[in-house]
């Protein structure tokens, strides 16, 4: 606990590596499926209405927290109101991550899957995108293979080390991401019928909106950003003195929420100009579930010359997004395992990629058991983890802490 904790180096890599926790298959997989079932233009005005008024200032608030007390999640708290409960917030944050990673870890074993497929040259000849993707949901080995792969390679970066490992990857691969995603958007909006697409994103109407659309956004909103949790406590106790939290909170947001609306403006547009019967499209998009993504994409590729090369380099680069989000989740598990138990970092991590295995797994066998972790995490724990934090933060912490907050 003693040693000299490292901090980030840079300024950009200061905003990269929180970026790169942000960005992940929360903006590329989960929004397009969540503004799917929330009915469209209304659950993006929502979103958008959470990430500034709670999710800005929450951030804020875990940045805060973080560099004032340089310890992991849990340690912060204990450190910040030694001898208070207020210590459970953390705990509940380090669950929390364990338990997204439980689910998160099989998606990105899909992207690893999709990888080879799309290198082995599979998906240019396919024409039943649904089928393909049902396929492997009804093969739990296939998924767990991929699943191990996955949560081992993220070990492996949270083993070698913080700057080295996080700092670096996020600063090269975000820019590529986005430059793909832009190239990708211009291909899906110039499609014909692609307009549909674009009218269900950003004209408001009440036809498909539910009652649970607020607590839909900001669940997605926490989770979009990774907030909630103490994720970003852990990343702001590595940064400086000198860094600003409010403008490094403002930065990130604005980067996070453009890249989910840009996988909205690629997927939306293709779904639309690529399915046969448009009556039924809404309903479709809805029942595509956590398969949207890649129902949709491998179309959409298909339809650009060199398709191979690009659903390669689009798959290829979400796997890395999706790594830069597992490498901070499984920073903050290990981390509080690390400081608050004293077990070496890399018993630590090998005992929670143990635990995160186990979990998908069960996630692999059963699809109720995924949209357990799923729903549980985004829409109940990582809400009421915000909730805490902004709690102490507005109200036990010392006043001055928050006072020269606005003086950086
Ligand atoms: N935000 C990431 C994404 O959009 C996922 C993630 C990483 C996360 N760390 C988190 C979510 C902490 C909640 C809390 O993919």
Redesign the pocket.
């Known amino acids: 606990m003693n040693e000299k904790r490292v901090t980030f180096a840079s300024k950009i890599g200061v905003v990269a590596a929180a970026a790169g926790?942000?960005?992940?298959?929360?903006?590329i997989w989960r929004f397009p499926s969540q503004t799917a079932d929330g009915g469209g233009a209304i659950f993006i005005l929502v979103y958008i209405g959470c990430i500034l008024f709670f999710g800005i200032p929450l951030m804020v608030s875990e940045f805060l927290v973080g560099r004032s007390s340089r310890a992991n999640t849990a340690g912060a708290f204990h450190k910040l109101a030694p001898g208070t409960p207020w210590k459970w917030v953390g705990r509940l944050g380090v669950l929390t991550?364990f338990v997204?990673m439980g689910f998160?870890m099989v998606v990105c074993g899909w992207t690893l899957d999709y990888l080879i497929q799309a290198v082995a040259g599979q998906l240019h000849t396919e024409t039943d995108f649904a089928g393909r993707f049902t396929a492997l949901q009804n093969n739990p080995l296939r998924q767990i293979v991929w699943m191990i792969a996955f949560t081992l390679l993220t070990a492996f970066f949270i083993i070698s080390g913080v700057k080295k490992g996080i700092e670096q990857s996020a600063k090269i691969l975000m820019p590529m991401l986005f430059l793909l995603l832009l190239i990708l958007a211009i291909r899906a909006i110039t499609l014909e019928g692609a307009s549909g697409g674009l009218a269900f994103l950003f004209k408001p109407t009440m036809e498909h909106v539910k009652p649970t659309v607020f607590l839909d956004a900001m669940g997605q909103a926490?989770?979009?950003?990774?907030?909630?949790?103490g994720?970003m406590i852990t990343y702001g106790s590595y940064f400086n003195n000198h860094t600003n939290l409010t403008k490094t909170a403002i930065q990130v947001s604005v980067l996070d929420t453009l890249v989910a609306i840009l996988a909205g403006i690629i997927i939306f547009p293709s779904a639309f100009a690529l399915t046969a019967n448009s009556a039924t499209i809404v309903d479709e998009l809805v029942a595509g579930g956590p398969g949207l993504l890649f129902i949709t994409l491998p179309g959409l590729f298909n339809q650009m010359p060199a398709s191979m090369v690009w659903a390669a380099m689009f798959f290829c680069l979400l796997a890395l997004a999706?790594l830069t989000?597992t490498i901070?989740?499984m920073e903050v598990v290990t981390l509080y395992i690390h400081e608050e138990y004293l077990l070496s970092r890399r018993k630590s991590t090998l005992l929670v990629t143990a635990g995160v295995i186990v979990l998908g797994i069960i996630s692999s066998f059963s699809s109720s058991f995924f949209n357990f972790l799923d729903i549980t995490s985004a829409k109940f724990m990582?809400p009421a983890g915000g909730f805490f934090i902004c709690l102490f933060v507005g109200w036990y912490l010392d006043k001055k802490l928050v006072h020269d907050l606005s003086m950086d």
């Open positions: 926790s942000a960005v992940g298959l929360g903006n991550g997204i998160y926490f989770f979009s950003l990774s907030i909630g949790m994720c999706a989000s901070s989740l990582l």
